[in-house]
C-alpha cells in the first residue's frame, strides 16, 4: 500500500512549496500525491438554475486546475496524482477525504513566511489539532519561503 501525501490546492502564495515538497517526498518514499481542491459552497444562490451553473464552472475550473497541477506533480514524482474535488469548508473537506482513504498518511500544507500569520489552513488545524476522519494524521508545514534545493535537501 503507497503511501499518501495530501495536499490542499488553493491560491496561497506558499501553496507551491507544499506541492513542491510533497511531491519530492512522494518520489523518495514511492508514495503518491493527492491533490484536494475545495470549492465553495454555492447553497446561499437563490436559485437552483444558477446554483447549478455555478457548481459546473466551479468543477469545471477546479478540474483543469487540478490537471496542470498534475503534470507538474508527476513530473517531479513520477507517479500518477489523486484528484479530490469537495465542496464547502477545507477542514472538513480534509476529515472527509482523510475518513474515505486510509492510505492517507501525511497532511502536508505551507506556511506563509516573512512574519506574516501562518494563513487560515494551518491556524485551522494548529487549533483544531490532527485529527482527520476520525484518525490522527501527521501535518507537515512547510515554511513557503523554501527554494527548491531547500525542497531536495529535506524531502
Not at 518514499?29 to 444562490?45: C, Q
Amino acid at each position: 500500500m503507497p503511501r499518501k501525501f495530501l495536499v490542499v490546492v488553493d491560491d496561497s502564495p506558499e501553496f507551491d512549496a507544499a506541492l513542491r515538497y510533497a511531491s519530492r517526498r512522494a518520489r523518495s518514499t514511492g508514495g503518491r500525491v493527492v491533490l484536494l481542491r475545495v470549492t465553495p459552497d454555492s447553497s446561499d444562490e437563490h436559485w437552483a438554475g444558477v446554483r447549478e451553473e455555478i457548481q459546473r464552472q466551479q468543477r469545471a475550473e477546479a478540474e483543469l486546475l487540478l490537471a496542470r497541477l498534475g503534470e507538474q506533480v508527476i513530473e517531479r514524482s513520477s507517479a500518477e496524482p489523486v484528484f479530490v474535488i469537495e465542496e464547502g469548508d477545507a477542514t472538513a473537506a480534509i476529515r472527509k477525504v482523510v475518513g474515505q482513504d486510509p492510505e492517507i498518511k501525511i497532511l502536508v500544507l505551507a506556511a506563509a513566511g516573512g512574519g506574516r500569520s501562518p494563513g487560515p489552513l494551518v491556524s485551522a488545524v494548529l487549533k483544531q489539532g490532527a485529527a482527520f476522519g476520525g484518525r490522527k494524521l501527521p501535518v507537515t508545514i512547510v515554511p513557503g519561503e523554501l527554494s527548491d534545493q531547500d525542497i531536495e535537501d529535506l524531502a
